[in-house]
């Protein structure tokens, strides 16, 4: 297939998804989540592949959703609706989008996230849907639109944290490096930045060993469990808490404040501490 927001290939029997809109530190494009669905698939149906490898391209796996462009940009969009909003028109466009990342946990394959640099915002949305996520030691990962205009649709925090760590992220909206990562157990892995590609093909390389139907009823036993602790539940409330997010008082001033001051200033602003103003009118506050 052709894409636009990613490459695909395959080497033996490990095939590679990479995002990659370097410039952007390939944050989410309208098209990228669908292309990703379509590259697990690809790679789903190719009987010669055994294992899919996630990475991006350039400095960055994936700075989360092109803010520049849903947030900055002004007036309506796919994320962000005209008062009074549809909240299942909102909830139809990113429970498709969950469900796009969701393909990595859900392909029959086991899938592998190589982190380097970033996985923020929804750029950890798409990372914690793999299998095993192995990062670079100083590499970041976290979800701070928690602290205003987000809710991680995928719930994997969560799942992956268990409670107390996953509110711990999610009430503060800080980052964390790979270390601490792999210490509390968010990741499998966090090895230097030399080592990882190196690191990330040694487990492939394994994996690959491994007929595909073992791999194949290994992981659906294990994502079973989740299943039946509530997965899909929690991740209907979780994709209708990010478009009430969006909508909110505090919501639409983040967006007010992009389009007037850029996102870059209105993300210091969310990040520093400081009170979120409520309502559009916000809009026209001055940063200070």
């Not at 996630?54 to 994936?62: D, I, S, T």
């Not at 719930?155 to 760590?165: I, N, P, Q, S, T």
Request: hydrophobic share 40%.
């Amino acid at each position: 297939m052709s894409y636009k927001t990613l490459l695909y290939e395959k080497r033996g029997r490990i095939a590679r998804i990479t995002l990659n809109r370097p410039r952007r530190l390939n944050a989410i494009s309208v098209g990228m989540p669908r292309e990703i669905r379509l590259a697990v698939e690809e790679a789903n149906a190719d009987d010669g592949v055994h294992v899919i490898v996630l990475q991006g391209a350039g400095r960055a796996f994936c700075a989360g959703y092109d803010l520049k462009d849903f947030a900055e940009r002004k007036g309506r969009n796919a994320y962000t609706q005209d008062m009074p909003w549809d909240s299942m028109l909102d909830y139809r466009g990113m429970k498709a989008n969950t469900d796009d990342f969701f393909s990595l946990w859900r392909s029959y394959k086991p899938t592998i996230c190589k982190v380097h640099g970033y996985a923020v915002a929804g750029g950890s949305d798409i990372a914690l849907c793999a299998d095993i996520v192995i990062m670079a030691e100083d590499a970041r990962i976290g979800y701070m639109p928690a602290r205003v205009w987000g809710c991680p649709t995928t719930a994997m925090w969560v799942f992956r944290l268990g409670a107390e760590k996953a509110k711990r992220m999610l009430l503060t909206g800080d980052t964390i490096d790979g270390r601490t990562a792999r210490e509390w157990g968010l990741v499998h892995d966090a090895v230097p930045a030399g080592e990882l590609d190196a690191a990330v093909d040694a487990l492939a390389k394994r994996m690959a060993g491994v007929p595909k139907n073992q791999l194949m009823m290994q992981k659906l036993m294990i994502n079973q469990a989740y299943e039946n602790m509530g997965l899909a539940t929690t991740q209907m409330f979780a994709t209708i808490f990010d478009g009430i997010t969006r909508h909110s008082p505090e919501g639409l001033w983040f967006k007010g404040y992009a389009e007037r001051e850029g996102f870059h200033k209105a993300v210091q602003w969310r990040d520093s501490g400081k009170p979120i103003p409520r309502g559009k009118k916000g809009a026209k506050l001055k940063s200070r």
